[in-house]
């Protein structure tokens, strides 16, 4: 069960609270009812589900009640940051999600994993 | 003319709970889902005379009127009393909305030293003593239905709920207080 | 006597506190805090239950929670009974009754046992090709084969009558584990000032030191440390102490899930107890203390009663009193079975011999043995084994050949030395390291914010696990914001380091031997079974595990799995870490389901939400339909009425004098401020701006694809102020898509939304008397036909309390819709009620509401339509406004696949025979006669006897439908074929006069 930060309750929150609300950052066009079927393709149906950092919205639907975006891995469900609907998207092409990062100096010494090698 | 409807509260003669933590159903309420932009507080703060929290998991109460903060333009305002509420909103020309949802809601009241235990029993909200003092106030969710909270004491806490959960609420609360008892 | 072989003066149970218990039939005597394997250990019992697969003698090998062997069936009553329990886990309580499983008739003579002269038929991978054809045979033959071979236990059959609780709960630091490492830990953590919560899956704290008796730590011995540490523990306000506490999961975001088991091991446990409780915890940080499981040698016929890990026989001897045995030899590969030997051999136990496949020991356990006139084989190797029903003799040879000599025992104590616990890490996604050095699996990328400490860590002697987790526990009460307290220091001596270990099989069990040496007990996964999977090509030891079934086990392979791996490593020629560890999945141990569902069962499972009118409604007889979580008003059968007699009455009634509804579940929002009926105006298709204070409109809500979401009336009680109206299913998601909408794209929008459907009882009040009914008990509205048309909206009172009164139908009648405050509703109907019975009318239910509005050719969504359907394929093209520039879905509508021609669309069917009912998700074809498969025009979508009518109508979904009025199409049913007209569908009056009536 994921902790998730609301931006508008500034505090984590169970994910019991919260609901999945897609890709972000998807603007609805202002000339919606003129746009070309291409155009109307990838505002609506065509998606990337990219392996990796992904931008979402979530609800606060059981809190604040408030929609916001968030920056999650897909691989280890870290959340990189949340942030506010009509925030710009930020740029966090610098940034590597947590997974890796070493707890201790003493965990940093040890070595390399090894998960099955199933294909 | 007919005679005056009678009212008939959704938990009426219910109650439970254990010796650590009381459940009780309580008394009508009048009630406001109040919604208004950040220029518009102080105005409805005066009209309703008190402090429209702006701070998440806030409430202002002043002799049993409550306003909790649920988002930052939504607030639940409750009268124990049963002040007109709408009639007090009519009168704030700032912009706002406000909804009556008296009869939505009703409130289970659990106290004790194991309150906070009863409703862990199913509440994912972290109710420790500093991360949800008294005054504290959320919407959060309840087993499966969706609650507000409000922390009325060291020891109290008011669960609001729509009225057709409430028996759903009072049971899980009930169940909760039992154990948290043990 | 609580079994002849308690030693007096050994363990720490109280010999005057007795329990009784029976292990099939017979009953035995235990003391308190016994485990069912230690009193069965105490009674000489060795023989507990029968293998998987081929049903061998088993007996108990361990004294913790990865015994694979001595599963048991345990109950208290006929239904409080559970399988597959494991005997050194459960606490015997005075009064339970225990059964051996996987027997049949007797535990000794079991027919089963067949399997194991069979076995060559049962090698790796037999169910994958023995049972592949021929395909007949497989539900005669072969399934209920396996379903009776396979499984272990019986089910219990009656409903389960304990109840279970829940607790979520959050720290700063949980700690699993609570032996020397963990309770160090969450000592330095606790005097830090963190919440910490602690857990143990024993009874006691302590973990290793249950056996250990070398230990102290500040100079007491380490079991009463552990005690003394538990209680200041307990005593602190920011510390939680749980034993009998399993951390089972370790999820997303230190999500930990724990279960604690409350009377599993009470005679008589009080009814308000829980069996077992969930604890939800949320941790800051997690420290992770979860020790390690000591390893079985894997050699031929290894698996017989009396042959146990050295460390249980520790245990049930050091913590239990009890001795495994008279004459004990032992096999190890490993230091830590020599303590086992002198421990034993103090008690006045005789070591049969130490065999010790190393040729050189540790130096110090070698001389301690030697002190004690014990026999040291080093070099040598147990071979194979013999006994029926409990080990009697073991044959042991110098490695690398040469005679083997019989050794008589009663029991034999093996070690091939320690697997750290990384389960817990493992399903943090944490990801394991080798090392090489060790031979050992142990954390390697952390995952998430949590720390491993002691043996689970890798780290080895007493001295260094305390310091490091005294370390641990302080960082992390540091790192979540905590610093109090004073630093905690702790000095820990034992008698012996240990060193030595091993993985994968002995002698006499390697490559080209048969033998049955056993590396999984529980899935009768031996040695050669693993070398088969590798020669049948599976070289991936994620393929070889699902092949052999080895780790595959309600044991996860706690013991077998680098067993397994050293097996596959040897016969592949490739190192450990290149094959790699399969990944540990939750739960640790098996969970309940009552403990994962808790609280919910019975009237708690779901919330049933009930109306206003509820009482009423049921006190009538009203039978009830579930409308998602809603109990709503079916029909109202009178005596003697069926279904059909009370819906036939029903629908009568409303079309010839009026008839009362509860439409309190239809979703209602509020929708207030400036710019609420330009956000109207974009959520449905519909124009709102034109729509005039008092007055309402039918309103149709898209999705951006074009297709029909929800639909309503919606009515404007002011210029500021709309009251919307949804369907009772599509309630929460309008409110939330219309959120979305007015939070993401229309922010601008000065308007506010909330949710009013529990705020206001609603009774329809439908029929041509409905006026006559209603306006005696209204206050301050004109209830004139003229004053008040059909589609408006008026507030003002009724029976003395506020009401918003829509002028409004769903039947085709003229109505009403009485909006009350809920706790008026009750109240208000029954005023009503009495004055609509006298004039004829009735109460009807959902079922009669279908109907009579199918009479009308209104549509349900969600019925009618199904996320296909456009207002146009509905023959709604009337409610989309053609002036509009943008409303949700406008676009869509504009999509080629919806403008084509022949799309299925909305029309009547009538059958020809005029008493026959269709089927709803009935398929319509055009020739009957064409052949399979029928090309398919669409489905029956509504159907109904039609009492006003006095016939069956219909409506349905049909390729290119409103092109076909008056065609004949056919329903083809398994029995018949039904023919059909296509017509419109307005089934009664067509003009739609009575609405104004
Ligand atoms: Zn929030």
Redesign the pocket.
């Known amino acids: 069960m994921l902790l998730i930060y609301?931006p508008?309750?500034e505090e984590e929150?169970s994910e019991l609270e919260f609901r999945h609300g897609g890709d972000a950052h998807i603007a609805r066009p202002t000339n919606m009812a003129d746009i070309t079927d291409e155009e109307f393709q990838d505002f609506f149906f065509l998606r990337d589900n990219p392996k990796g950092l992904i931008f979402e919205r979530w609800r606060?639907i059981h809190?604040?009640?408030?929609f916001f975006n968030a920056a999650r891995d897909t691989v280890s469900d870290k959340f990189v940051m949340s942030y506010k609907a009509g925030e710009p998207k930020p740029d966090l092409s610098g940034a590597t999600p947590a997974t890796e990062k070493p707890l201790t100096e003493k965990v940093g010494e040890t070595h390399e994993a090894t998960e099955g090698t199933a294909k | 003319m007919a005679d005056q409807a009678l009212r008939k509260a959704p938990l009426v003669g219910r109650h439970g709970g254990s010796a650590g933590a009381r459940v009780t159903p309580a008394g009508p309420a009048t009630r406001l889902s109040l919604r208004a932009g950040t220029d518009a507080i102080g105005t409805l703060s005066l009209a309703f005379g008190l402090e429209l929290p702006q701070r998440?998991k806030t409430s202002a109460s002043v002799s049993g009127r409550h306003a909790l903060w649920l988002?930052p333009d939504e607030w639940l305002l409750i009268d124990e009393n049963g002040a007109d509420l709408m009639a007090i909103a009519a009168g704030v020309s700032a912009l706002h909305s406000a909804t009556d949802v008296s009869h939505r809601n009703t409130a289970i009241l659990v106290s004790g030293p194991d309150a906070a235990g009863a409703i862990a029993s199913s509440c994912p909200l972290d109710l420790g003593k500093t991360i949800f003092p008294v005054g504290a106030a959320a919407r959060t969710v309840l087993g499966k239905i969706e609650i507000v909270l409000l922390r009325t004491g060291e020891e109290e806490y008011r669960v609001e709920c729509w009225r057709s959960f409430s028996p759903y609420a009072f049971g899980i609360l009930a169940e909760g207080a039992e154990d948290a008892a043990l | 006597m609580s079994g002849a072989n308690r030693i007096a003066g050994q363990g720490r149970l109280t010999p005057a506190k007795t329990a009784r218990f029976t292990f099939d039939g017979k009953t035995y005597q235990a003391l308190e805090g016994d485990t069912v394997a230690s009193a069965l250990l105490a009674n000489g019992v060795h023989l507990v239950g029968r293998s998987f697969k081929y049903h061998r003698p088993r007996g108990i090998l361990s004294a913790g929670p990865e015994e694979p062997n001595a599963l048991i069936d345990v109950s208290r009553d006929v239904a409080r009974r559970q399988p597959n329990v494991r005997a050194p886990v459960q606490e015997v309580f005075d009064g339970m009754k225990v059964e051996s499983q996987n027997r049949w008739p007797s535990l000794s003579f079991d027919i089963g046992g067949v399997n194991n002269l069979l076995s060559p038929f049962f090698a790796a991978g037999f169910y994958y090709k023995t049972f592949m054809w021929p395909k007949a045979a497989w539900e005669k033959v072969y399934e209920p084969f396996i379903r009776k071979a396979a499984g272990l236990g019986v089910a219990p059959t009656e409903e389960d009558p304990d109840h279970y609780a829940n607790r979520y709960d959050h720290c700063d630091v949980l700690v699993a584990g609570a032996g020397v490492a963990g309770l160090a830990a969450a000592l330095a953590a606790a005097e830090a000032g963190a919440r910490v919560i602690l857990v143990d899956e024993q009874p006691e704290v302590g973990g290793a030191l249950h056996y250990d008796m070398s230990v102290t730590i500040d100079g007491q011995s380490g079991y009463e440390w552990a005690q003394a540490t538990a209680a200041k523990l307990k005593a602190m306000e920011n510390v939680t102490v749980l034993t009998r506490t399993t951390a089972f999961g370790y999820y997303n975001h230190n999500f930990v899930g724990l279960v604690e088991r409350v009377t599993d091991h009470l005679a008589k446990p009080d009814k308000k107890l829980p069996r077992e409780r969930l604890w939800q915890v949320r941790a800051k940080r997690v420290i992770l203390a979860t020790g390690s499981i000591e390893r079985h040698m894997v050699f031929a016929n290894n698996d017989r009663p009396g042959i146990m890990l050295a460390s249980a026989a520790r245990t049930y001897l050091n913590h239990f009193g009890v001795a495994v045995g008279r004459k004990v030899g032992v096999y190890t590969a490993s230091d830590s079975a020599y303590e086992a030997a002198f421990d034993l051999k103090r008690a006045g136990v005789t070591i049969a011999a130490i065999v010790d496949n190393r040729e050189k020991p540790g130096d110090a356990v070698l001389t301690e043995a030697r002190r004690l006139g014990i026999e040291v084989l080093t070099g040598h190797s147990v071979v194979d084994t013999k006994g029926k029903l409990r080990v009697s003799s073991i044959s042991v040879a110098r490695n690398g050949g040469g005679s083997a000599r019989a050794i008589p025992v009663d029991a034999l104590l093996m070690s091939a030395g320690w697997t750290p616990s990384v389960h817990l890490f493992s399903q943090s996604r944490g990801k394991v390291a080798y090392d090489a050095a060790s031979g050992r699996f142990l954390p390697g990328t952390y995952a998430q914010d949590c720390l491993s400490v002691g043996s689970c860590n890798g780290t080895d002697g007493l001295q260094a696990t305390i310091e490091e987790s005294l370390a641990a526990g302080e960082l992390m009460a540091r790192a979540t914001g905590n610093e109090g307290g004073a630093k905690v220091e702790l000095r820990g001596e034992n008698a012996f380091e240990w060193t030595g270990g091993m993985a994968g099989a002995g002698e006499g069990a390697g490559v080209d031997t048969t033998v049955k040496a056993f590396v999984d007990f529980q899935n009768d996964v031996c040695a050669k079974d693993i070398r088969l999977a590798v020669r049948e090509g599976m070289h991936s030891i994620e393929h070889i595990k699902r092949f052999t079934t080895n780790g595959m086990a309600t044991d996860q392979g706690k013991l077998s799995n680098i067993h397994g791996l050293a097996i596959a490593s040897e016969v592949l020629n490739r190192e450990i870490p290149k094959i790699g560890l399969t990944t540990f999945r939750a739960p640790y141990t098996p969970v309940t389901f009552g403990a994962l569902i808790s609280h919910s069962r019975g009237e708690l499972f779901d919330p049933a939400r009930k109306t206003p009118m509820h009482a009423w409604e049921e006190a009538h007889g009203a039978v009830f339909e579930d409308v998602g979580n809603w109990k709503r008003a079916w029909y109202y059968p009178r005596s003697g009425e069926t279904m059909h007699d009370a819906v036939n009455r029903e629908c009568r009634t409303v079309r010839n004098a009026a008839g009362l509804f509860d439409a309190s579940t239809l979703g209602k929002i509020e929708v207030v401020g400036p710019d609420a009926a330009e956000f109207l105006n974009l959520m449905y298709t519909n124009a709102w701006d034109t729509l005039k204070p008092g007055r309402c409109r039918y309103g149709i809500m898209l999705r951006e694809d074009g297709f029909v979401y929800d639909d309503g009336v919606v009515g404007r009680l002011a210029e500021d102020r709309f009251h919307v109206t949804t369907t009772t299913g599509g309630a929460p998601r309008v409110m939330n898509h219309m959120e979305d909408y007015l939070q993401t794209e229309f922010p601008h929008l000065k308007v506010w939304l909330t949710s009013t459907t529990e705020q206001w009882a609603v009774i329809a009040v439908q029929g041509p008397k409905a006026r006559e009914i209603l306006a005696p008990l209204v206050e301050g509205i004109d209830m004139a036909n003229e004053a008040f048309p059909h589609m408006s909206v008026r507030e003002g009172k009724i029976c003395g309390v506020p009401t918003r009164l829509f002028r409004m139908s769903f039947t085709g009648e003229a109505g009403f819709e009485v909006n009350v405050p809920a706790d008026y509703g009750q109240a208000v109907w029954e005023a009503i009620w009495a004055r609509a019975e006298p004039l004829g009318a009735c109460a009807y239910g959902t079922e009669t509401m279908h109907v009579l509005r199918a009479e009308k050719g209104y549509i349900i969504v969600g019925q009618d339509t199904d996320g296909t359907v456009t207002p146009h394929d509905a023959s709604l093209s009337w409610a989309v406004s053609k002036k509009k520039t943008d409303f949700v879905g406008i676009r869509g509508l504009k999509r080629p696949d919806l403008v084509k021609e022949g799309r299925k669309q909305l029309v009547g069917l009538l059958t020809k025979d005029p008493n026959v009912v269709l089927e709803e998700g009935a398929q319509i074809v055009a020739d009957p006669n064409q052949p399979k498969p029928m090309t398919m025009l669409g489905h029956v979508t509504s159907s109904y006897w039609s009492e006003n009518c006095g016939r069956s109508i219909a409506m349905a979904l049909v390729a290119g439908g409103q092109a076909r009025l008056g065609q004949t199409l056919y329903v083809p049913m398994p029995d018949r074929t039904i023919a059909v007209e296509v017509s419109d569908m307005v089934f009664v009056d067509k003009e739609g006069g009575r609405l104004n009536g």
Do not use: A, F, I, K
Request: charged share 20%; net charge positive.
């Open positions: 609301c508008y309750c929150r606060h809190g604040c009640g408030r | 998440p988002g």
